[in-house]
């Protein structure tokens, strides 16, 4: 099976500051990578799919990055509205999610 | 617009059979993959199990297999996921969602809780 080890668990940042989220497969998933935002009692929705593209409506502050077996999720200057859990999605073999990150305004 | 509409889930007790229901309308839902993804009170995602546009090919998450049946009624528009022998670690959301750009969950349901618990 593949793993996905997701970094840092939780995470505290101002407003307007840089955010950079990690995931590192166990194995090659080449670009079968995608990031989920999910808020307080809601559903995930989808911010990334193919590693690095940008899902419809998703603001472009958001962006996706790998280096080998390990992709990033970027936000540029973070927002109110972006406080929540974040997930990447492996589903190049089955489907694995990270962990997760809980991300909250400091 | 595309809706999922989970529904079936409550209080169950421990060793008996659940069935969830999935209803999907605004897209051709025969042409997609779909999927169900859980999640424990306070924890991560994890998905649970995905089924093809026929119905002929199922994958599920190799600790569930044999306990969770998911399959679909394209007549209906409709997703299924059967649970049987429930445990309490089955208690979590369980969300219907829909395949997007090449395995990606693009839609999901707003979820049904399921409580397993004497």
């Known amino acids: 099976d593949i793993q996905m080890t997701q970094s840092p668990a939780s995470l505290s940042a101002s407003l307007e500051e840089i955010v950079t989220i990690t995931c590192q497969a166990s194995q090659d998933i080449g670009n079968y990578l995608s990031w989920y935002q999910q808020k307080p009692g809601k559903s995930p929705q989808l911010l990334i799919h193919?590693?690095?593209s940008l899902a419809d409506g998703v603001p472009s502050r958001f962006s996706g990055s790998r280096s080998g077996t390990q992709y990033s999720l970027k936000i540029n200057r973070l927002q109110v509205e972006d406080t929540g859990i974040y997930y990447c999605?492996?589903?190049?073999?089955?489907?694995?999610f990270g962990g997760g990150t809980k991300l909250e305004l400091k | 617009e595309v809706q999922l509409v989970e529904s079936g889930g409550g209080l169950v007790q421990p060793g008996r059979s659940l069935k969830l229901s999935c209803a999907a309308s605004?897209?051709?839902?025969?042409?997609?993959?779909m999927a169900w993804v859980r999640q424990a009170p306070t924890k991560g995602l994890e998905w649970v199990a995905s089924i093809t546009t026929g119905g002929g090919n199922t994958y599920y998450r190799d600790s569930e297999k044999g306990r969770f049946t998911i399959y679909r009624d394209n007549a209906k528009n409709t997703l299924y996921l059967q649970i049987d022998s429930l445990r309490s670690e089955d208690t979590a959301t369980y969300y219907c969602?829909?395949?997007?750009?090449?395995?990606?969950?693009?839609?999901w349901g707003q979820g049904t809780l399921v409580t397993v618990s004497s």
């Open positions: 605004g897209f051709t839902y025969s042409n997609y993959v």
């Open positions: 999605l492996q589903h190049y073999s089955a489907w694995t």
């Open positions: 193919s590693a690095t």
């Open positions: 969602a829909k395949e997007g750009y090449g395995g990606t969950f693009a839609y």
